[in-house]
């Protein structure tokens, strides 16, 4: 089978691309710099330049290809809503659009759980009301992102499937030290629960939407199984005590955070090979 990831030099494209060579998948990335894939290309993956940004460049990246893995995506840390939107929906449309009409079988759009509020009562599924209208630009993108791409698999009978990430970490991944002043920043509480997500099972959710039939046009979530509290993800890199206040009001709803994967696992057999942050940590995978 022959793939295009796009995002491939980025946290989880790095991580992912090589799982995927192991595997001995044909695999092209998307780059806009050759030298940042150095390492990549040296493992097998095939280089192929072009941007999001420019559509023009998209027609020869995905000629040829059976399947696309787009993780390529803008983050919700970044300040320019306008390069966030162009990239997660406008980036990712034409990006579909241009596959579809080179006759490439099958699309896999990563999202995120940060398309969910709060208040459903129970842990987030993949069919809540979600707002397109999200004052959060990364979420909102991905939002419309994904109802544009669903509609491609309804309309035109493209086979889309998308997979909602929670908060990504390991393998050495800076993440968690990057989302700690985050979280200082924003005044979250302490008892907030967050649904993490280990590299080695983003990769295996990925390869399992990507080979496994009848799931056109699906959405699923992919994190853990078990959500961790700020004040122990915190705590577990010493930062616990300087990024909280003493003193915190009840939560208002004990599930924001927190997802229902049992789609993910019913449909596709899915099981956390990492099932909890405390088990990365003891066996030196962060």
């Known amino acids: 089978m022959k793939i295009l990831v796009t995002g491939a030099t980025g946290k989880v494209g790095s991580r992912f691309v090589p799982r995927l060579l192991a595997k001995g998948y044909d695999v092209s990335i998307l780059v806009r710099d050759r030298s940042k894939a150095a390492e990549l290309i040296g493992l097998g993956a095939k280089a192929i330049t072009g941007d999001l940004f420019e559509p023009s460049t998209l027609p020869p990246a995905v000629a040829g290809m059976d399947a696309v893995i787009h993780l390529a995506a803008l983050f919700r840390t970044f300040t320019d809503n306008?390069?966030?939107?162009?990239?997660?929906?406008?980036?990712?449309?034409?990006?579909?659009?241009?596959?579809?009409?080179?006759?490439?079988?099958?699309?896999?759009?990563?999202?995120?759980?940060?398309?969910?509020?709060?208040?459903?009562?129970?842990?987030?599924?993949?069919?809540?009301?979600?707002?397109?209208?999200?004052?959060?630009?990364?979420?909102?993108?991905?939002?419309?992102?994904?109802?544009?791409?669903?509609?491609?698999?309804?309309?035109?009978?493209?086979?889309?499937?998308?997979?909602?990430?929670?908060?990504?970490?390991?393998?050495?991944?800076?993440?968690?030290?990057?989302?700690?002043?985050?979280?200082?920043?924003?005044?979250?509480?302490?008892?907030?629960?967050?649904?993490?997500?280990?590299?080695?099972?983003?990769?295996?959710?990925?390869?399992?939407?990507?080979?496994?039939?009848?799931?056109?046009?699906?959405?699923?979530?992919?994190?853990?199984?078990?959500?961790?509290?700020?004040?122990?993800?915190?705590?577990?890199?010493?930062?616990?005590?300087?990024?909280?206040?003493?003193?915190?009001?009840?939560l208002n709803d004990p599930f924001q955070g927190v997802q229902d994967i049992s789609k993910l696992r019913s449909k596709t057999g899915f099981r956390p090979l990492v099932p909890s942050y405390q088990v990365a940590r003891d066996l030196n995978i962060l």
């Open 82 to 250: 306008e390069g966030i939107v162009k990239t997660n929906r406008e980036g990712s449309i034409a990006l579909a659009q241009t596959a579809r009409e080179a006759g490439v079988k099958r699309f896999v759009f990563t999202s995120t759980s940060n398309v969910y509020g709060s208040g459903y009562g129970r842990p987030a599924r993949e069919d809540e009301e979600v707002d397109i209208n999200d004052p959060r630009a990364y979420a909102s993108s991905k939002i419309a992102a994904e109802r544009e791409l669903i509609g491609m698999q309804k309309n035109l009978g493209f086979d889309v499937r998308v997979l909602r990430l929670g908060f990504v970490y390991g393998d050495k991944d800076p993440h968690i030290a990057e989302i700690i002043p985050y979280i200082k920043k924003l005044n979250m509480r302490a008892g907030s629960r967050m649904h993490m997500v280990h590299h080695l099972d983003v990769a295996q959710a990925l390869i399992l939407l990507l080979t496994t039939e009848g799931l056109d046009g699906e959405i699923f979530n992919v994190a853990d199984d078990a959500p961790i509290t700020l004040y122990e993800l915190a705590d577990s890199v010493g930062k616990a005590e300087e990024t909280f206040d003493e003193a915190e009001d009840l």
